[in-house]
Structures are given as structure tokens and as C-alpha cells.
């Protein structure tokens, strides 16, 4: 584990990649994000190349009542609620947000609530994503993809001259023969696999708006809570 000034020595010598998820440009804190008001400048439609950015928070907490909301803590520690004002209110994810997840929102914004302070209004559910790993995990995982590379060399032992298999999985890692380098890798290759969407995007100047995949399981998912949401708000007295 590295301090603060390490990193911090670490990226004075080495720029960041830009889709690496340390890099506080694509990946800001909630005071690197555009207000909201700045933001309508940004056409999201456009055909020009331009820049995108994606916030990383860690869900500390959840509520519903007329609709879901997180306690997000973001990459620097600062704590903002995270609203959810799209079409079925966070039912979608309601079974998602997990104390210690990770949520993802694109093209955030800091947003000025009437009776809080600033956090994130979350319109579109295509924007929204929920990983079930830490954000520690994620970071890490980013880190290490970007100074080791995917080069061929075991990532349990770090040997490069003994026969090399690669994992079909994260397609990306690959592990000698040894005990305990199969392992090492298996416990980190979901996170590994699931970062290569931010990893593998042009972040600087593509004119395709990016948008979260819906998996199947999701959708399900997707289904189920649509029910749950307006139940637990008549429990609530809406
Ligand atoms: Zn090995
Ligand atoms: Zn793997």
C-alpha cells in the first residue's frame, strides 16, 4: 500500500493513462466534476470529438423513501448524497446498492439540492452502473493493469521464462504452474475482467456518448425491483 505522497511522486514522474481510473481527469472527485449549470454547455449529442469523465464513489449507506438514495464517499474521502430522479425512482438498483460497492455515474455533475448539500442527480439509468467490488479493488486492479501491462509474465509470481497460460476469463493475465498463482489471480480476475470497459475506452476525443451495458442478469434484477420500489413506499406512508 502506497501514501498519499507516493502516488503522488508516482504520477509527477509518469502521467496517468487517461483511462486509467486513478486519473482524476476521466475519473474525477465529486469537486472535479463540472456544476451542473457549466454543464449545459456540453452536448452530449454532438458529433465532435470531445472529452468524457466518469465519477467512482463507494456507497456507504442506502434509504428509500420517495425514492433511492446513496451516501457516496468519493475518491478523496468527501461524502455526498446521491440521488436518484430517474423514470422508476432507483428501483432498477435498488438490489445493487450494497454498503461497500462501487458506483459508477457518466457524465456527472455536481448538482445544488433545495435542502441538502451538493451531490449527484441521477437522471439516466444507461449512466448508472454498480459494481460489487470496492472501490479499492478497482483502483488497484487499474493500477496494476497500467504499470505492470498485460505483459506475459505470471501475475502471482511475476516469473516471464517459465511456461505461461493465459486466463480466458479476464483475457488478460496470465499465471504460471506454481501453487498459489492460479489463486492469486482468481480472486482478482472478475475485477480485473470488469474494469476493461473504462480501460479499453477512448476517453479524450471519441464522439460516441458512452452508455452502461444492461446484462441480462440486470434486467431480471431490473423486474423484480420494479415491484419491490412502490411496495416499500406504501410502507412508507406514500
Ligand atoms: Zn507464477
Ligand atoms: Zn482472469
Not at 502506497?2 to 469537486?31: G, I, Y
Not at 506454481?178 to 489463486?183: D, E, H, I, K, Y
Request: neutral net charge; contains cysteine; glycine residues 6%.
Amino acid at each position: 500500500m502506497s501514501t498519499p505522497l507516493e502516488k503522488e511522486n508516482h504520477s509527477a514522474t509518469t502521467p496517468l493513462a487517461p483511462s486509467d481510473l486513478n486519473n482524476p481527469l476521466t475519473f474525477p472527485t465529486f469537486w472535479g466534476l463540472p456544476p451542473e449549470y457549466e454543464s449545459n454547455d456540453i452536448d452530449l449529442y454532438s458529433t465532435k470529438p470531445r472529452k468524457h469523465w466518469c465519477f467512482l464513489g463507494k456507497i456507504v449507506s442506502s434509504s428509500v423513501l420517495v425514492r433511492l438514495a446513496l451516501e457516496v464517499e468519493d475518491k478523496e474521502g468527501h461524502r455526498l448524497l446521491v440521488a436518484f430522479h430517474t423514470d422508476d425512482r432507483g428501483a432498477a438498483f435498488l438490489d445493487q446498492c450494497k454498503e461497500g460497492h462501487t458506483i459508477a455515474v457518466l457524465y456527472a455533475t455536481q448538482h445544488t439540492f433545495a435542502f441538502s448539500p451538493p451531490g449527484l442527480r441521477l437522471e439516466q439509468d444507461a449512466h448508472v452502473k454498480v459494481f460489487p467490488y470496492s472501490l479499492d479493488d478497482m483502483l488497484e486492479a487499474s493500477r496494476e493493469l497500467f504499470e505492470k501491462g498485460m505483459g506475459k509474465r505470471c501475475e502471482g509470481c511475476d516469473k516471464t521464462e517459465t511456461p505461461l497460460r493465459k486466463c480466458s476469463a479476464c483475457n488478460g493475465a496470465w499465471y504460471c504452474s506454481r501453487t498459489g498463482c492460479w489463486p492469486a489471480h482468481k480472486r482478482r480476475c472478475p475485477v480485473l475482467k470488469e474494469i476493461q470497459w473504462f480501460t479499453r475506452k477512448n476517453w479524450e476525443n471519441s464522439v460516441h456518448q458512452y452508455f452502461f451495458p444492461r446484462h441480462l442478469g440486470g434486467w431480471h434484477a431490473h423486474q423484480h425491483s420494479r415491484n419491490a420500489l412502490p411496495s416499500m413506499l406504501q410502507a412508507c406512508g406514500f
